[in-house]
């Protein structure tokens, strides 16, 4: 089985919590986040039932992609 270091809404999630993520909000492609597993635990608690499971699934580190991280500043800048 292949450690789960990309995706923090799915099982087993061990990679890192805070950095460039996809998928945070749905207003925006990417993002910063300090604790991503702070949203994943909002998620859980907040959304409609039916959006949840791919709220959760969709999330997905972006870790050191250059241009997800200049997208995400861009994004913040605005």
Known sequence: ???????PGRPDYTGPTTGVF???????????????????????????KNEIEIRLHN??????????AKRAQLDADY
Do not use: P, Q
């Open 59 to 68: 999330l997905m580190y972006l870790g050191g992609c250059e241009a997800a």
């Open 1 to 7: 089985m292949t450690e789960n270091i990309l995706f």
């Open 22 to 48: 996809f998928a945070v909000h749905h207003d925006r492609i990417c993002e910063h986040s300090y604790d991503i597993m702070n949203r994943v635990r909002y998620i859980k608690k907040y959304k409609a």
